[in-house]
């Protein structure tokens, strides 16, 4: 993966609600709205890495069956555009997190008078910097599997370099998708 799109994503999403957490006095139920909304994004992100995940792991048991065929077969087809593009757009997962920024301007407003100006500052920085990742990680989930469909005309002694390479992405995907959970559970937990 390049510079991990993925883990920046996650870690601004976890700034993101420490700052609301300190922002003022956010009545319960607010609160509850909003850890919602961020549960839901996260599990959105989750889904995706799953949906790719369970692509790969096929990819890796037809080649644990010898079935080159299919392997280039399937290969090719992960570069599906229409199924893939629908995913993509699955990953503009920020419409939960503009209804949560207008929500939370409206409580910044509320509260003016107890918020540190340097917490909103960081609190409009850090939702600015999801919504400009939003379509990297959209067109990064895109590339990497465009990379593993021009392996598709492989030759058979290139067939563990393939292999690798699905390996190692199947891989990355895991980390990142630790790292949702242990982001989830956090969000999850405030109460």
């Known amino acids: 993966m390049e510079e ?53 792991r096929d990819l890796l ?27 993509e757009r699955d990953v503009r997962l920020c419409r939960n997190l503009r209804i949560a920024r207008r929500e939370m301007d409206g409580i910044i ?4 008078q107890k918020i540190s100006i340097n917490d909103v500052d960081e609190l409009h920085k850090n939702f600015d910097t999801i919504f400009s990742n939003e379509g990297e990680l959209a067109n990064f989930i895109a590339s990497s599997l465009n990379q593993l469909t021009n392996q598709s005309n492989f030759n058979d002694n290139e067939l563990k370099n393939v292999e690798n390479q699905i390996i190692s992405f199947k891989d990355k995907l895991n980390e990142e998708r630790l790292k949702l959970i242990n982001l989830e559970i956090r969000i999850i937990e405030t109460t």
């Open 4 to 56: 991990n799109v993925f883990s920046i994503v996650i870690d601004v999403i976890g700034k993101v609600w420490k700052s609301i957490k300190r922002i003022a006095k956010i009545p319960k139920k607010e609160r509850a709205k909003y850890r919602d909304q961020f549960s839901d994004m996260l599990k959105l992100l989750e889904q995706v890495i799953l949906l790719i995940h369970t692509r790969l």
């Open 61 to 87: 048991g037809i080649i644990e069956e010898g079935d080159l065929v299919t392997l280039r077969k399937e290969l090719f087809l992960l570069g599906d555009y229409d199924k893939w593009l629908k995913i």
């Open 109 to 112: 407003e509320k509260f003016k």
